[in-house]
C-alpha cells in the first residue's frame, strides 16, 4: 500500500473537458511533486512545488495547472488537453527540498489518463 | 545533470543474487546515488541511496565505487516480485529526480 493516494486511477476525457487529478499525502512532507510517464518510457518531472508554492515548472504547456491548496494536497487541473497527453500521471512526496539530495520520494501508483 | 549508463535488460534465476550494475562517470561531489524501482502497474518504490559508503537495508545492498563513477545494486536473493524496471539516478539539490531509461529484471523460476 502507497503512503501517497492519487484519485482518480483512471480517466477519459474529451479534448474539451475540464478535469482535475487530485494527490493527498499524510506524512508530513513538505515537497511535492508531478511526473508524467509515457508507456514503456520513464517517468519525466512536470512540477516540484515546495511549502505549498511553485518551485519548478519544467516549461509544461499551460493546459496543465498544478494547485497546492495545502501540505497535504496537490491538484493537476486539466484543460483543452491533446491525444498526445495520454500518459500515467504520477504525484510524489519527499520531506523538503532543500534536503532533496539525501531524501527519498514516495510516489503514488499514479492516474492514467486518456484523452478522446 | 549527471548522467547514468545501465544496462538495458538483465535476466536472474529465482533464489540467486542479482547485481545490477551503473554507471555514472560524471558524478560532482555532492551528488548522491539513488535507486528507484517500478513495478508493473506501480508507480516508482524508492530502494536505497548512498553518498560514498556502501549501503545495506532491508531491500538491498549498494556497493559504490571507491572513485564514486560506477555503483551496483544488489538484491541477495532475487524473488519473483522483484522483476521490475530499475533505475539509477544521481540527485542534487535541485528537486529534480532525472529518470534514465533504467535496467529490466527479468527473474526465472
Known amino acids: 500500500d502507497t503512503e501517497v493516494t492519487q484519485t482518480p486511477k483512471h480517466l477519459v476525457m474529451g479534448m474539451t473537458n475540464k478535469k482535475s487529478l487530485k494527490c493527498e499525502q499524510h506524512?508530513?512532507?513538505?515537497?511535492m511533486y508531478w511526473y508524467k510517464q509515457k508507456a514503456k518510457k520513464p517517468p519525466e518531472l512536470m512540477f516540484v512545488?515546495?511549502?505549498?508554492?511553485?518551485?519548478i515548472n519544467e516549461s509544461v504547456p499551460s493546459r496543465f495547472s498544478p494547485e497546492c491548496p495545502n501540505s497535504s494536497l496537490l491538484n493537476l487541473h486539466l484543460h483543452a488537453l491533446q491525444p498526445e497527453d495520454s500518459a500515467l500521471y504520477l504525484c510524489?512526496?519527499?520531506?523538503?527540498?532543500?534536503?532533496?539530495?539525501?531524501?527519498?520520494?514516495?510516489f503514488g501508483d499514479g492516474t492514467r489518463l486518456s484523452i478522446l | 545533470d549527471a548522467k547514468t549508463t545501465q544496462p538495458n535488460s538483465m535476466e536472474s534465476n529465482e533464489e540467486e543474487p542479482v547485481h545490477l550494475p551503473c554507471n555514472h562517470s560524471t558524478i560532482s561531489g555532492t551528488d548522491y546515488i539513488h535507486w528507484y524501482r517500478q513495478l508493473p502497474s506501480q508507480g516508482p518504490e524508492y530502494v536505497i541511496h548512498g553518498l560514498t559508503s556502501n549501503v545495506n537495508n532491508r531491500m538491498a545492498s549498494l556497493a559504490i565505487a571507491e572513485d564514486r563513477k560506477s555503483s551496483t545494486l544488489i538484491l541477495h536473493r532475487a524473488t519473483l516480485r522483484d522483476a521490475a524496471v530499475y533505475y539509477c539516478?544521481?540527485?542534487?539539490?535541485?528537486?529534480?529526480?532525472?529518470f534514465g531509461q533504467g535496467t529490466t529484471l527479468q527473474v526465472k523460476p
Open positions: 539516478i544521481l540527485t542534487r539539490n535541485t528537486g529534480k529526480l532525472i
Open positions: 510524489a512526496s519527499s520531506q523538503e527540498v532543500h534536503t532533496f539530495s539525501n531524501q527519498p520520494q514516495h
Open positions: 512545488y515546495s511549502y505549498e508554492k511553485l518551485s
Open positions: 506524512m508530513g512532507h513538505r515537497a
